[in-house]
């Protein structure tokens, strides 16, 4: 069964870090782009940064200079380094790929940053 397992959320105070990772596992031939998504309360679930299979990266505005996607091919695997974080950044956020031509979610990870 193809599933996609977030890991590295958490509580932490305005300032301070985190590193999320995302899984892909299953039988899979092709990893294609990956994302990070967040839904804040009371808001809809937004792009917070995406990664081509190539490499190439893009960021929400508001987390530009602060958070840094990367991935691992070799190990099917996504990176959200969170840095300077906000309490405006709090959420749960959710891995998104594309796998073999398919669109799949993880099941969300809480990250709460205190004020």
């Known amino acids: 069964q193809v599933q996609l397992l977030e890991s590295g959320g958490g509580l932490v105070q305005a300032g301070g870090s985190l590193r999320l990772s995302c899984i892909a596992s299953?039988?899979?031939?092709?990893?294609?782009?990956m994302r990070w998504y967040r839904q804040s309360p009371g808001k809809q679930r937004e792009l917070v940064a995406g990664?081509?299979?190539?490499?190439?990266?893009i960021y929400f505005d508001s987390v530009k200079g602060r958070f840094t996607i990367s991935r691992d091919n070799a190990k099917n695997t996504v990176y959200l380094q969170m840095n300077s974080l906000k309490p405006e950044d709090t959420g749960v956020y959710y891995c998104?790929?594309?796998?073999?031509?398919?669109?799949?979610w993880g099941q969300g990870t809480q990250v709460t940053v205190s004020s």
């Open positions: 998104n790929a594309n796998l073999d031509s398919t669109i799949y």
């Open positions: 299953g039988s899979i031939f092709s990893v294609n782009a």
């Open positions: 990664i081509t299979k190539a490499g190439d990266t």
